[in-house]
């Protein structure tokens, strides 16, 4: 395809094209079914550029639970009521306690992201999940019954369990083992376990992101450098983490 | 500041007040509208009202918080590409958010089928999960995640360039300065990221 017709397509797709230029293009697309291919195909590429942007984005934000808390709040959105606002009658030490606890929470934070500047790492090399638990009838009852625990936050009944296990790849087992050691910030150990996955496992990349984490925790910034340099730069938070680092090392 | 905390309390303490609170409630076609611009006090919204729904439905179904947060991210973003594609239409029978909250359940439903799946291929046992019918994961959406990998493999600077140029619509002019290359430099750069992206998009 020409260049002169690409540049026509961008335009047209990204809604740059007068009344006019759009009329006459329709037309020509109609009859051009090479053009009409390409226009869908870089529809596509759009909608995937898109599809990156707004994945981006979404990563910044957690379900709110302070919605979660109240259970009127689970009643479906067509059972809502349609009126625009509605009027809270507060009585005034309600009123009092919510400003000196806004006050506290603020002054809390405040202080703490002044204390703590890597506060934000905490989001970027966000907890794994784990896997999903599956408590059928099979010989790896043990494994999954410890990730229950591990998904519950009992990390040391997990790793305590996973010390027992011998039917699982030792990957594995050294990976979840290692993840439970670093949600307790047990850096030393953490890294232990998580740095004696081969690099022909499955679980390699995360693992090696995970002691960049571990790295920037103990400070020994070169050492976190050096490791984020065998994890892919599409991780995201890859770049953040870098010009962090960048900035530490300096 | 604490003077001023004081204050404002002892006032609060002679004077019952009555707080009027304004909740932003905003129609389907403000939803549709906001979302399709990626507006974030329109994905706020929606966290705040289905989140907590798809949360409970999740964890309900034996998943943890961080299951329901992830589907809850799959959700928002079949959705949006329904609107984009046109798949999702405005009408009075299907809210917006109770079609997110339904694309949730179906994502969960897979997630779940999906981990059987795997536990019938490491062998653990020869039990399946009943067919899941999940009529929106269809074979667009599976495209635009293959794309999106591909733009992924692209680099951080090709990712930034089409970003800028296909997303928020910048001119050549605009794209040099905030890469720091000239304008001519920019759009060869742009169409040999594009050209990238295609050759991984066939050979995917």
Redesign the interface.
């Known amino acids: 395809m020409e260049?002169k017709d690409f540049e026509l397509l961008?335009k047209y797709l990204?809604g740059?094209m007068s009344d006019e230029e759009r009329r006459i293009f329709e037309e020509r697309l109609k009859s051009d079914a090479d053009l009409e291919t390409e226009k869908e195909?870089l529809e596509?590429?759009?909608?995937?550029?898109?599809?990156?942007?707004?994945?981006e984005?979404?990563?910044q934000?957690?379900?709110?639970e302070e919605?979660?808390s109240g259970e009127e709040?689970?009643s479906?959105?067509?059972d809502a009521p349609?009126d625009?606002?509605?009027?809270?009658?507060?009585?005034?030490?309600v009123?009092?306690a919510s400003?000196?606890l806004i006050?506290w929470a603020g002054y809390f934070l405040f202080s703490n992201l002044n204390s703590q500047p890597d506060l934000h790492f905490e989001k970027i090399f966000?907890?794994d999940?784990g896997l999903?638990?599956?408590m059928?009838?099979?010989d790896?009852y043990l494994f999954y019954d410890a990730m229950v625990d591990y998904?519950a936050g009992e990390y040391e009944e997990a790793i305590g369990k996973w010390s027992e296990v011998s039917d699982i790849g030792r990957d594995t087992l050294d990976y979840y083992i290692g993840m439970a050691w670093l949600n307790l910030k047990e850096w030393e150990e953490a890294e232990q376990f998580l740095q004696q996955i081969p690099v022909e496992s499955s679980l390699k990349n995360k693992s090696d992101w995970y002691r960049v984490r571990i790295y920037i925790a103990l400070e020994e910034y070169e050492k976190a450098a050096q490791a984020l340099e065998k994890v892919p730069?599409?991780r995201e938070g890859y770049?953040e983490v870098k010009t962090y680092l960048s900035s530490k090392i300096k | 500041m604490d003077c001023k905390v004081s204050l404002f309390i002892a006032i609060l303490a002679v004077n019952r007040i009555t707080m009027k609170v304004t909740e932003p409630r905003f129609s389907d076609e403000e939803l549709v509208e906001g979302l399709k611009r990626q507006d974030p006090v329109m994905i706020q919204y929606l966290y705040q009202n289905a989140g907590p729904m798809v949360y409970k439905l999740v964890v309900n179904a034996g998943g943890d918080g961080n299951d329901a947060e992830d589907v809850f991210q799959e959700g928002i973003l079949a959705t949006y590409l329904n609107i984009r594609t046109g798949k999702y239409k405005l009408s009075a029978q299907a809210r917006l958010t109770t079609y997110l909250v339904q694309i949730c359940k179906y994502k969960w439903l897979d997630h779940v089928k999906s981990a059987y799946v795997s536990k019938n291929i490491l062998g653990f046992d020869n039990e399946l999960l009943p067919e899941v019918q999940n009529p929106d994961q269809d074979e667009k959406e599976d495209q635009i995640k293959m794309l999106h990998r591909c733009i992924q493999e692209l680099g951080e600077t090709c990712r930034r360039i089409l970003q800028l140029f296909y997303w928020e619509k910048k001119s050549y002019d605009e794209i040099a300065t905030q890469i720091g290359q000239t304008p001519s430099s920019a759009k060869n750069q742009k169409y040999r990221c594009m050209k990238k992206l295609k050759e991984l998009a066939t050979t995917v």
Do not use: C
């Open positions: 260049n961008e990204l740059k195909r596509e590429y759009i909608l995937a550029i898109e599809y990156g942007n707004l994945k984005a979404l990563s934000y957690k379900i709110s919605e979660m709040n689970f479906f959105p067509d349609a625009k606002t509605r009027i809270l009658n507060l009585r005034p030490w009123v009092a400003v000196l006050g966000y907890s999940p999903p638990t599956m059928g009838e099979n790896r998904k730069e599409n770049q």
